[in-house]
């Protein structure tokens, strides 16, 4: 299988809304604070293009033939934090990354990563990428695991009214 890896294209949007709507929908069996795919798909992915053009970043689609099988988000973020180095301040961040159901567990994440993470070692500030996964989302913690990435920080939520 060959896996070509291209920026995103206009073409791409409506297999990217739909990779948007599903990685939501399993978000969303992961955690009580995520709205339903339907709803956000479309928002979500123009709020995406939004933020990589002011934050110099990209959406990689994986393409098999002509079919869209997978994307990755990534950016520049810059956190103004006076306790960290400013390695990690001024950092590539990967937003979003989905694979199509189908093609799960044949490489394509992996490609979509040293994609974006090839991306982000370009920009002259970037030295480290950081990254959110739910704390449920196992398969997604094992990916980025076996991709090197390790736990920074841990962010804890609680709701105190209904």
């Known amino acids: 299988m060959s896996i070509i ?3 995103y294209t206009p073409a791409d949007r409506a297999a990217v809304i739909e990779g948007n709507i599903d990685l939501q ?3 969303r069996r992961l955690s009580e604070f995520c709205l339903p795919g339907i709803d956000i798909g479309e928002l979500y992915l123009d709020h995406l293009l939004e933020l990589n053009r002011k934050q ?3 959406i990689l689609v994986a393409k ?3 079919k869209v099988v997978g994307f990755i988000s990534c950016r520049i973020e810059r956190d103004e934090s006076v306790t960290t180095t400013d390695d ?3 950092h590539g961040y ?3 990354a989905w694979t199509h159901p189908d093609f799960r567990n044949k490489g394509i994440f992996r490609a979509l990563n040293t994609a974006a993470e090839e991306y982000l070692a370009q920009l002259p500030e970037i030295k480290i990428v950081k990254l959110n996964v739910l704390a449920k989302n196992t398969p997604a913690i094992l990916a980025y695991g076996k ?3 390790r736990i920074q920080e841990l962010t804890y939520a609680k709701r105190i009214k209904p």
């Open 94 to 96: 990967i937003s979003d």
């Open 5 to 7: 890896i291209a920026p």
């Open 64 to 66: 098999v033939g002509e």
């Open 88 to 90: 990690l301040n001024t």
């Open 56 to 58: 110099h970043g990209v």
């Open 25 to 27: 929908e399993t978000e």
């Open 147 to 149: 991709a090197g990435y």
